[in-house]
């Protein structure tokens, strides 16, 4: 591959993608099928430079993909009948308001990906990746055709975290619970 070679259906999203549901550590198994790694990327609908190459990117796997689409049918389904990964999360999670005015795409992948900083150095500390932070995205769209299910899906490379943000999923991070300097002298 040349230097200047660019794949059709890599994105690297912007800095304000939100990462929820960030099993980034270890692998899970979702209903008995084998353990991934996976995120749902939160994109805002306001970085229409993301959006925009992550549709551009899920045509391109289509293109790719036909073949594998046709299967054994007489012809390719359109795109706009299949299962694809981008989607709007004011309609599908009106009652999650860290989804209000946002994309979504979940994405996994059965290699661990790997995470750096804002720096590009690696992160070991479990805890300053979590579910709620910002962070950018490696990502990859391919088209399937399993047990009867075609469409486009996204698989995860890598994650750059930019930045904390308020996690989500209610639970606390042990940093901003004892981040404050006041020291309460309940044994005085």
Known sequence: MSKDYTNPTKVITGVNTRWSYANIWDPKSINGGSPKYSVSLLIP??????????KSAIEAAYKE????????????????VL??????????????????????????????PGIVDADR????????????????????????????????????NNLQKIRDGEPLGGKSRAADDFATEEDEDFLG
């Open 121 to 156: 150095q690696e992160i070991i500390d479990r805890s300053e990746v979590y579910s709620g932070v910002y962070g950018r995205a490696s990502i990859n769209f391919y088209a399937f055709n399993s047990n009867g299910n075609k469409g486009i899906a996204c698989g995860l």
């Open 83 to 112: 299962k694809t990964p981008l989607r709007d999360g004011d309609a599908e999670r009106p009652d999650a308001p860290e989804y209000e005015g946002c994309y979504f795409v979940n994405a996994n992948s059965g290699t661990a």
């Open 45 to 54: 609908k306001s970085d229409t430079v993301t959006v925009n190459k992550i």
């Open 65 to 80: 993909g036909e073949s594998k689409l046709k299967g054994s049918g007489k012809s390719v389904p359109a795109l706009s």
